[in-house]
């Protein structure tokens, strides 16, 4: 049994040899669990997945589990690790040095997967394992790309939950225009060539489809209802307030997914139309001092005028230096947005690690 508790990882880039050696250890599934404070719901948690997956072994293949600690203070990680070594299927178990959000947590499980297939999937029991083999098998019969699940009849409270759900879906989905009821559902099941392809900062996690549609076509992504239960323990990490950090993120996203490779059109063309304010209001005082010898010194135009043309020179300015740092940005390897302190698996040959093991050795927290 190999046993990696205690172990920090080394910071150091493996050989290419290394990495060619390891290419080959590929699973059919891997399901992705951010856990967060979640060490009363990580046994039945893992014990239903396991459950799921020997019920459905002949669909769903070889499979793995990969348990992300973001950073919890009551003990998950500990007790993710003894509860790996009671199961048959192949898990690992990552801790990170600190909590980064569930984003970075879903981005580090991620990383750390082999599958073919990648599902993620909350760790608070809310969402229901049972659902990954039918949703596995709806995503390959249907040749999706991404396949979103639909919480039907949700247990959460009506004001601090479903309110603020029903806002930020609405919005996400008008300001993205990819269609998806339920962006707030973290049970997704992905192609694992699609899902690697993108990476997750911040608190992107809910944009998650928005971002796939950026890379395949909306057409390749799909939505099913899955069955939601009561949280079973804790609290939620979650409330109103989330609606607020909506509206900031889409903001982000909308700017992101298009004007990321080009910034300078964004600021320049805000900066072009000031520019053309400025210039008409200094032509018309202009026009006002010289054609009609008028006295211009107290009148407004011609302060803001000046204050539209300043403003558009310096709009440009940065809209080229956005384009310069975005450049340099996109050309320098291994971004990313969380440290793994140790890792724990529960199954013998840990050398058979894919890449996809080795990359959260290579990222740097944001």
């Not at 290394?18 to 967060?36: C, E, G, H, N």
């Not at 690697?196 to 076509?217: C, N, Y």
Request: hydrophobic share 45%; charged share 20%; glycine share 8%.
């Amino acid at each position: 049994m190999s046993d990696l508790d205690n172990k920090t990882l080394a910071a150091n880039t493996p050989g290419d040899d290394v990495l060619a050696a390891k290419s080959s250890d590929v699973v059919d599934l891997s399901i992705i669990v951010p856990l967060y404070n979640e060490s009363e719901s990580v046994g039945p948690l893992v014990a239903q997945i396991e459950a799921a997956l020997t019920s459905a072994a002949k669909s769903v293949g070889r499979a793995e589990i990969v348990l992300v600690d973001d950073g919890s203070t009551d003990g998950t990680y500990a007790v993710a690790a003894k509860v790996s070594e009671s199961v048959a299927t192949e898990t690992r178990v990552v801790s990170l040095r600190r909590n980064f959000g569930q984003t970075a947590a879903m981005q580090a499980g991620i990383d750390a997967s082999r599958g073919r297939i990648v599902a993620t999937i909350d760790g608070d029991l809310q969402n229901d394992p049972a659902d990954i083999p039918r949703m596995v098998q709806h995503l390959e019969d249907n040749g999706l790309d991404l396949l979103c699940g639909r919480r039907e009849r949700r247990k959460d409270a009506f004001l601090l939950r479903k309110i603020p759900s029903w806002i930020a879906n609405r919005l996400i989905s008008r300001v993205t225009g990819v269609k998806i009821s339920d962006y707030g559902c973290s049970l997704k099941i992905y192609r694992g060539e699609v899902i690697r392809d993108v990476q997750l900062v911040g608190e992107m996690h809910r944009f998650i489809p928005a971002w796939v549609a950026k890379i395949t076509s909306p057409d390749r992504i799909g939505e099913i209802g899955v069955r939601h239960h009561a949280r079973q323990f804790g609290q939620s990490k979650y409330g109103i307030s989330r609606t607020f950090r909506v509206v900031l993120d889409l903001l982000s996203v909308l700017f992101f997914m298009r004007y990321r490779a080009r910034p300078g059109h964004f600021f320049g063309s805000i900066g072009l139309v000031l520019a053309a304010i400025g210039t008409a209001m200094l032509s018309i005082v202009g026009f006002a001092k010289f054609g009609l010898g008028q006295d211009i010194g107290n009148r407004p135009m011609l302060i803001v005028g000046a204050f539209a043309l300043c403003t558009a020179v310096q709009l440009i300015a940065i809209g080229i230096l956005a384009e310069m740092v975005s450049r340099i940005y996109m050309e320098l390897p291994g971004q990313g947005n969380y440290i793994v302190r140790q890792e724990h698996t529960n199954f013998d040959d840990a050398e058979q690690a894919s890449p996809s093991i080795l990359a959260p050795y290579r990222r740097n927290a944001a």
